[in-house]
T-cell receptor, first 113, second 112 residues
């Protein structure tokens, strides 16, 4: 069964600290993996997208890694800011079909001053 | 460039009422999608369209209908609202099937 699991469910960190969010998946055949940021009351916004051949991709203070062998990904946030408070969703796409995105339930990150 | 626009942002319906959630995109994307997001759950696909005149069911289509008469618009219809349809609904679009999704800002629907 195609599944995407994220951990932790929620996380509270102090402003300025780093953190790492995890994503494990069983989607096959694999096409790409994306990390989205979803602010409260808003739609998800793409942070990074990685295909099978990519093992790291950065977007400012966000760095995503992908290990396609172990089917794991992580999102590392450096020097967190209050504006990083949001849900971070891991989404894995299978190779075939338009109905082929599998969503994790997200990690709720709260950055406190 | 507005991207994906959803209306309304909020709505309260009584059981049995009907309504249409509007979604329009100005990026000339072929693919459009409707998802629902329940608390603590991942987004679930309701319906999708790969182009004007073509629609198909997703994972949770019961109680909903869609149409795609133009490339830009993809409305979602609830005919007989039920409390189980209380959720946040997101419309999305993409140029190709599994790459580069753009999401709308969502419609929060409550059925009482």
């Amino acid at each position: 069964k195609n599944q995407v699991e994220q951990s932790p469910q929620s996380l509270i960190i102090l402003e300025g600290k780093n953190c790492t969010l995890q994503c494990n998946y069983t989607v096959s055949p694999f096409s790409n993996l994306r990390w989205y940021k979803q602010d409260t009351g808003r739609g998800p916004v793409s942070l990074t997208i990685m295909t099978f051949s990519e093992n790291t991709k950065s977007n400012g203070r966000y760095t995503a890694t992908l290990d396609a062998d172990t089917k794991q990904s992580s999102l590392h946030i450096t020097a967190s800011q209050l504006s990083d408070s949001a849900s971070y969703i891991c989404v894995v796409s299978a190779e075939t079909g338009a109905n082929n995105l599998f969503f994790g339930t997200g990690t709720r990150l709260t950055v406190i001053p | 460039n507005a991207g994906v626009t959803q209306t309304p942002k909020f709505r309260i319906l009584k059981i049995g009422q009907s309504m249409t959630l509007q979604c329009t995109q100005d990026m000339n994307h072929n693919y459009m999608y409707w998802y629902r997001q329940d608390p603590g759950m991942g987004l679930k696909l309701i319906y999708y369209s790969v182009g004007a005149g073509i629609t198909d069911k997703g994972e949770v289509p019961n109680g909903y209908n869609v149409s795609r008469s133009t490339t830009e618009d993809f409305p979602l219809r609830l005919e007989l609202a039920a409390p189980s349809q209380t959720s946040v609904y997101f419309c999305a679009s993409s140029l190709v099937g599994n790459y580069g999704y753009t999401f709308g800002s969502g419609t929060r629907l409550t059925v009482v």
